[in-house]
C-alpha cells in the first residue's frame, strides 16, 4: 500500500492528457544514466565520476552553454543499437507521460562529424520507432534537423547522404547556436527538401529576433515555427501567427533553463494563449531541462494557474498542429475529448 500522502481533492490517480509531442531532439532525451552505460559499453572516458556528477554540471547561461555539453555528450552514441537504445528509453518514459504522438527531431551532422554514418544513425532509431505504436501506443515521426552554425553546403550533403532513408523521415529542421545563422542562409536547402517532398519546420525566435521568424516563413516556406517566443516583441508578426494559425512548438522548461525566460511564473506561455497563438507545450530536451512534457503541462498549472481548460486546449493544438494522418488524429482527438478530468 502506498504511504505517499494526497490532499482529497487529488485522491484519484493522475492520468496525463493524451498529447503529441512536436519538439523533442531525441539527443536531449540522453539521461546520465545512459550516457554511463554506453559509454562503458563503447570504451569512452567521461569526464564525470558519476551520473551523479554528470547531472550537477545541467546548469547553463544560455543556449550555447548547453549545446557544448549537449554535443560532448553524444560521443557515447556510436553504434546502431545505441541510437535504438534512447529511441526506446524515451518513448517508454514518454508513453508514461500521456504521449500518443511524437514527432521526433535528430541532429545528423552531430553524429557524421565524429564519423558515425547516417545510416547508423536512421536504422537504430527507426529500430525502436517502428515497434512504437503496438508496444507503446505512441506513433511517431522523425524530423531531420540541420545545425544552422554550420554551412548550408553541409546541410544540402546531409540531405543527399539521407536520400536513402527519406521514406522514414516526415520533416526537415534547422537547430543549434541561432543568432547569428538567419533562416535565409539555408533557402536553397529547403527549397531541395522540400522538391524531395519533406515538410518544413525551423527554431526562430528562441534567442533570435522575430525578424527570423518572419524569414522562417517567407524564405523557407515553414508550416511550424520551434520556440517562436519572440514573435511577442512585434505585433504585426503576432496578428500573422494568429491569422494564419501558425503553430508555435513552445518548450517553458528549457526556455527557463537556457535563460530566456527568468521563471516559470514570468512566461509568456499564458499571454501567447490570450493573443489566440496556436500554442503547443513541449519537452525540447528533457534530460537536461528537468522534465518531460507532462512535467511542463504541470509546470505550467503549478507556476502560472493554468486551467484545465486551456490545459486540454494545448494538447488539442498537439494533435492539430501534428502531422498526423486525419484518421489518426481524429482517434486521438476524440480520446482527449473521452478524457476525464486532469486531476
Ligand atoms: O532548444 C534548442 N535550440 C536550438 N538547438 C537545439 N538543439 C537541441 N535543443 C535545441
Ligand atoms: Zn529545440
Redesign the pocket.
Known amino acids: 500500500m502506498s504511504t505517499t500522502h494526497r490532499a482529497p481533492h487529488d485522491a484519484a490517480p493522475h492520468t496525463p492528457l493524451p498529447k503529441a509531442e512536436l ?1 523533442l ?1 531525441i ?2 532525451t540522453l539521461e546520465p544514466e545512459l550516457a554511463f552505460a554506453l559509454a562503458e559499453r563503447n570504451g569512452i572516458d567521461l569526464p564525470y565520476a558519476t551520473p551523479e556528477e554528470l547531472r550537477s554540471a545541467y546548469a547553463f547561461s544560455d ?1 550555447q552553454s ?2 557544448d555539453l ?1 554535443y560532448r555528450l553524444t560521443a557515447v552514441l556510436q553504434t546502431e543499437q545505441d541510437f535504438a537504445d534512447l529511441a526506446e528509453a524515451y518513448l517508454e518514459r514518454a508513453a508514461a507521460q500521456g504521449v500518443r504522438h511524437a514527432e521526433i ?1 535528430f ?1 545528423p551532422q552531430a553524429h557524421t562529424a565524429r564519423g558515425v554514418d547516417i545510416g547508423t544513425v536512421i536504422r537504430g532509431l527507426t529500430s525502436a520507432l517502428d515497434t512504437s505504436r503496438e508496444r507503446h501506443g505512441v506513433s511517431t515521426g522523425l524530423i531531420l ?1 540541420f ?2 552554425d554550420l554551412s548550408a553546403e553541409d546541410a544540402l550533403r546531409t540531405l543527399a547522404d539521407a536520400a536513402p532513408y527519406l521514406d522514414r523521415i516526415s520533416a526537415v529542421g534547422l ?4 543568432v547569428g545563422h538567419p533562416p535565409a542562409k539555408f533557402t536553397e536547402v529547403y527549397a531541395e527538401a522540400k522538391r524531395l517532398g519533406l515538410r518544413l519546420v525551423a ?1 526562430a525566435g ?2 533570435g529576433p522575430p525578424s527570423y521568424i518572419t524569414e522562417a516563413l517567407d524564405l523557407l516556406g515553414v508550416e511550424r515555427i ?2 517562436g517566443i519572440r514573435c511577442l516583441e512585434d505585433e504585426a508578426l503576432v496578428a500573422r501567427l494568429v491569422a494564419e494559425q501558425i503553430p508555435l512548438t513552445v ?1 517553458p522548461f ?1 526556455n527557463v533553463r ?1 535563460r530566456c525566460v527568468d521563471r516559470l511564473e514570468e512566461h509568456p506561455l499564458p499571454a501567447m494563449l490570450a493573443a489566440g497563438l496556436l500554442v503547443t507545450v513541449n519537452s ?2 528533457p534530460s ?1 531541462f528537468g522534465g518531460y512534457v507532462e512535467d511542463n503541462y504541470r509546470g505550467l498549472r503549478t507556476a502560472l494557474g493554468l486551467t484545465d481548460d486551456q490545459l486540454r486546449l494545448l494538447a488539442r493544438n498537439s494533435f492539430k498542429a501534428s502531422f498526423l494522418d486525419e484518421d489518426r488524429r481524429a482517434e486521438l482527438l476524440a480520446e482527449l475529448d473521452a478524457h476525464g478530468p486532469t486531476g
Open positions: 519538439h531532439h539527443e536531449g543556449l548547453f549545446l549537449y527531431f541532429d534537423s545545425l544552422r537547430d543549434s547556436a541561432e527554431h528562441e534567442e520551434d520556440h518548450c528549457s537556457l525540447d530536451d537536461y
